[in-house]
T-cell receptor, first 113, second 114 residues
Protein backbone atom coordinates (compact mmCIF):
# COMPACT_ATOMS: atom_id res chain seq x y z
CA UNK A 1 0.00 0.00 0.00
CA UNK A 2 0.87 3.67 -0.09
CA UNK A 3 3.21 5.08 2.55
CA UNK A 4 4.95 8.31 3.49
CA UNK A 5 8.19 8.47 5.46
CA UNK A 6 9.37 11.66 7.12
CA UNK A 7 12.55 12.39 8.97
CA UNK A 8 12.33 12.02 12.72
CA UNK A 9 12.07 15.15 14.85
CA UNK A 10 12.33 17.34 16.61
CA UNK A 11 14.35 19.54 14.30
CA UNK A 12 15.84 22.40 16.32
CA UNK A 13 17.21 25.46 14.52
CA UNK A 14 18.21 29.01 15.25
CA UNK A 15 16.31 31.83 13.61
CA UNK A 16 17.42 32.53 10.00
CA UNK A 17 18.86 29.02 9.56
CA UNK A 18 18.14 26.91 6.47
CA UNK A 19 15.49 24.23 6.86
CA UNK A 20 15.12 20.87 5.14
CA UNK A 21 12.56 18.28 6.21
CA UNK A 22 12.89 15.10 4.19
CA UNK A 23 9.87 13.22 2.87
CA UNK A 24 9.85 10.14 0.67
CA UNK A 25 6.88 8.15 -0.49
CA UNK A 26 5.78 4.82 -1.92
CA UNK A 27 2.71 4.83 -4.11
CA UNK A 28 1.09 3.26 -7.13
CA UNK A 29 0.00 5.56 -9.91
CA UNK A 30 0.63 9.28 -9.83
CA UNK A 31 -0.32 10.79 -6.49
CA UNK A 32 -0.67 14.42 -5.51
CA UNK A 33 1.73 15.45 -2.75
CA UNK A 34 1.06 17.84 0.12
CA UNK A 35 2.71 19.47 3.08
CA UNK A 36 0.43 20.37 5.97
CA UNK A 37 1.42 22.41 9.01
CA UNK A 38 -0.03 22.19 12.52
CA UNK A 39 0.70 25.18 14.74
CA UNK A 40 0.42 24.64 18.51
CA UNK A 41 -3.17 24.25 19.58
CA UNK A 42 -4.55 24.40 16.05
CA UNK A 43 -5.75 22.01 13.36
CA UNK A 44 -3.74 21.08 10.30
CA UNK A 45 -3.70 23.50 7.40
CA UNK A 46 -2.38 23.07 3.91
CA UNK A 47 1.05 24.66 3.40
CA UNK A 48 1.72 23.70 -0.22
CA UNK A 49 1.05 21.01 -2.78
CA UNK A 50 2.23 19.61 -6.10
CA UNK A 51 0.13 17.48 -8.43
CA UNK A 52 2.63 16.14 -10.98
CA UNK A 53 6.30 15.33 -11.41
CA UNK A 54 8.71 18.29 -11.37
CA UNK A 55 6.04 20.65 -10.03
CA UNK A 56 7.24 22.96 -7.29
CA UNK A 57 4.82 23.98 -4.56
CA UNK A 58 5.57 27.15 -2.62
CA UNK A 59 3.99 29.24 0.11
CA UNK A 60 5.18 31.55 2.92
CA UNK A 61 8.81 31.06 1.84
CA UNK A 62 8.55 27.26 1.94
CA UNK A 63 9.15 25.17 -1.17
CA UNK A 64 8.98 21.52 -2.15
CA UNK A 65 9.59 19.87 -5.53
CA UNK A 66 7.82 16.69 -6.65
CA UNK A 67 10.70 14.34 -7.63
CA UNK A 68 9.33 11.21 -9.23
CA UNK A 69 12.75 9.68 -9.87
CA UNK A 70 13.65 9.76 -6.18
CA UNK A 71 10.03 9.54 -4.92
CA UNK A 72 10.68 12.55 -2.70
CA UNK A 73 8.99 15.81 -1.73
CA UNK A 74 11.43 17.50 0.65
CA UNK A 75 10.34 20.71 2.35
CA UNK A 76 12.80 23.62 2.38
CA UNK A 77 12.94 27.19 3.62
CA UNK A 78 15.90 29.50 3.28
CA UNK A 79 15.52 31.40 6.55
CA UNK A 80 13.24 30.14 9.31
CA UNK A 81 11.52 32.31 11.88
CA UNK A 82 10.38 31.56 15.42
CA UNK A 83 6.80 31.68 14.13
CA UNK A 84 7.55 28.67 11.90
CA UNK A 85 7.73 26.44 14.97
CA UNK A 86 5.10 23.78 14.33
CA UNK A 87 4.62 20.17 13.28
CA UNK A 88 4.89 19.51 9.55
CA UNK A 89 3.13 16.60 7.87
CA UNK A 90 3.90 15.22 4.43
CA UNK A 91 0.98 13.51 2.69
CA UNK A 92 -0.04 11.92 -0.58
CA UNK A 93 -3.48 11.47 -2.05
CA UNK A 94 -5.46 9.79 -4.79
CA UNK A 95 -2.96 7.15 -5.74
CA UNK A 96 -4.31 4.08 -7.52
CA UNK A 97 -7.87 5.30 -7.27
CA UNK A 98 -8.02 5.54 -3.48
CA UNK A 99 -9.47 8.75 -2.09
CA UNK A 100 -7.91 8.21 1.31
CA UNK A 101 -4.87 10.43 1.88
CA UNK A 102 -1.81 8.90 3.50
CA UNK A 103 0.01 11.05 6.06
CA UNK A 104 3.52 10.83 7.44
CA UNK A 105 4.11 10.79 11.21
CA UNK A 106 4.92 14.50 11.29
CA UNK A 107 8.15 16.35 12.04
CA UNK A 108 8.30 18.85 14.86
CA UNK A 109 10.25 22.03 14.13
CA UNK A 110 11.48 24.23 16.97
CA UNK A 111 13.05 27.56 16.05
CA UNK A 112 14.96 29.47 18.72
CA UNK A 113 15.52 33.26 18.63
CA UNK B 1 -16.49 31.95 5.49
CA UNK B 2 -16.71 29.52 8.37
CA UNK B 3 -14.22 26.72 8.57
CA UNK B 4 -14.65 23.21 9.87
CA UNK B 5 -15.85 23.19 13.44
CA UNK B 6 -15.77 20.38 15.99
CA UNK B 7 -17.35 19.94 19.37
CA UNK B 8 -16.61 19.50 22.13
CA UNK B 9 -13.05 20.79 22.07
CA UNK B 10 -12.20 18.68 25.10
CA UNK B 11 -13.91 15.64 26.56
CA UNK B 12 -12.96 13.70 29.67
CA UNK B 13 -14.86 10.49 30.23
CA UNK B 14 -14.67 7.42 32.38
CA UNK B 15 -13.67 4.08 30.96
CA UNK B 16 -16.71 2.20 29.72
CA UNK B 17 -18.82 5.25 28.92
CA UNK B 18 -19.98 6.16 25.41
CA UNK B 19 -18.95 9.44 23.77
CA UNK B 20 -20.19 11.33 20.74
CA UNK B 21 -18.04 13.76 18.81
CA UNK B 22 -19.45 16.23 16.31
CA UNK B 23 -18.07 17.74 13.12
CA UNK B 24 -19.57 20.55 11.03
CA UNK B 25 -17.84 20.64 7.63
CA UNK B 26 -17.53 23.60 5.31
CA UNK B 27 -20.77 24.14 3.42
CA UNK B 28 -20.64 22.57 -0.03
CA UNK B 29 -17.87 20.13 0.79
CA UNK B 30 -19.00 16.68 -0.26
CA UNK B 31 -16.12 14.74 1.30
CA UNK B 32 -15.62 14.34 5.04
CA UNK B 33 -12.89 12.44 6.87
CA UNK B 34 -12.30 11.46 10.48
CA UNK B 35 -8.77 10.86 11.79
CA UNK B 36 -7.26 9.93 15.11
CA UNK B 37 -4.02 11.51 16.30
CA UNK B 38 -2.36 9.93 19.29
CA UNK B 39 0.21 11.92 21.23
CA UNK B 40 3.36 12.30 19.14
CA UNK B 41 1.96 10.19 16.31
CA UNK B 42 0.79 10.88 12.79
CA UNK B 43 -2.78 10.86 11.55
CA UNK B 44 -4.62 7.57 11.57
CA UNK B 45 -7.49 7.43 9.06
CA UNK B 46 -10.79 6.26 10.53
CA UNK B 47 -13.66 6.82 8.08
CA UNK B 48 -14.50 8.69 4.86
CA UNK B 49 -17.84 9.99 3.59
CA UNK B 50 -18.35 11.14 0.00
CA UNK B 51 -21.74 12.60 -0.86
CA UNK B 52 -24.47 10.00 -0.63
CA UNK B 53 -22.16 7.06 -1.31
CA UNK B 54 -21.61 4.33 1.25
CA UNK B 55 -18.85 5.43 3.64
CA UNK B 56 -15.39 3.88 3.62
CA UNK B 57 -15.10 2.46 7.13
CA UNK B 58 -11.85 0.60 6.52
CA UNK B 59 -9.93 2.58 9.15
CA UNK B 60 -12.25 2.05 12.11
CA UNK B 61 -10.19 0.17 14.72
CA UNK B 62 -13.03 -1.84 16.27
CA UNK B 63 -16.80 -2.27 16.27
CA UNK B 64 -16.97 0.14 19.22
CA UNK B 65 -16.39 2.94 16.71
CA UNK B 66 -19.12 4.17 14.36
CA UNK B 67 -19.90 7.34 12.46
CA UNK B 68 -22.83 8.88 10.68
CA UNK B 69 -23.29 11.78 8.34
CA UNK B 70 -26.53 13.49 7.44
CA UNK B 71 -26.41 14.17 3.71
CA UNK B 72 -23.50 16.50 3.09
CA UNK B 73 -23.60 18.19 6.48
CA UNK B 74 -22.94 17.30 10.09
CA UNK B 75 -21.14 14.12 11.06
CA UNK B 76 -20.95 12.40 14.43
CA UNK B 77 -18.32 9.90 15.54
CA UNK B 78 -19.47 7.62 18.36
CA UNK B 79 -17.18 5.55 20.53
CA UNK B 80 -18.94 3.00 22.70
CA UNK B 81 -17.53 1.51 25.92
CA UNK B 82 -14.48 3.77 25.78
CA UNK B 83 -11.07 2.37 26.69
CA UNK B 84 -7.95 4.21 27.83
CA UNK B 85 -6.28 3.53 24.49
CA UNK B 86 -9.02 5.62 22.84
CA UNK B 87 -7.46 8.73 24.39
CA UNK B 88 -6.34 10.91 21.49
CA UNK B 89 -7.22 13.97 19.45
CA UNK B 90 -9.94 13.23 16.93
CA UNK B 91 -9.69 15.37 13.83
CA UNK B 92 -12.33 15.99 11.19
CA UNK B 93 -11.56 17.31 7.71
CA UNK B 94 -13.68 18.19 4.72
CA UNK B 95 -12.87 18.75 1.08
CA UNK B 96 -14.66 19.74 -2.10
CA UNK B 97 -14.47 16.33 -3.67
CA UNK B 98 -11.86 13.75 -4.40
CA UNK B 99 -8.61 12.89 -2.71
CA UNK B 100 -6.78 15.27 -5.01
CA UNK B 101 -8.40 18.18 -3.24
CA UNK B 102 -7.01 20.11 -0.31
CA UNK B 103 -8.41 19.04 3.04
CA UNK B 104 -9.64 21.62 5.55
CA UNK B 105 -9.21 20.47 9.11
CA UNK B 106 -11.13 21.32 12.23
CA UNK B 107 -9.33 22.08 15.50
CA UNK B 108 -10.01 18.61 16.85
CA UNK B 109 -11.58 17.10 19.94
CA UNK B 110 -9.17 16.02 22.66
CA UNK B 111 -10.60 12.88 24.27
CA UNK B 112 -9.23 11.67 27.59
CA UNK B 113 -10.47 8.36 29.00
CA UNK B 114 -9.75 7.93 32.71
Amino acid sequence: GDSVTQMEGPVTLSEEAFLTINCTYTATGYPSLFWYVQYPGEGLQLLLKATKADDKGSNKGFEATYRKETTSFHLEKGSVQVSDSAVYFCALAASGGSYIPTFGRGTSLIVHP
Amino acid sequence: GAGVSQSPSNKVTEKGKDVELRCDPISGHTALYWYRQRLGQGLEFLIYFQGNSAPDKSGLPSDRFSAERTGESVSTLTIQRTQQEDSAVYLCASSLGTGFDEQYFGPGTRLTVT
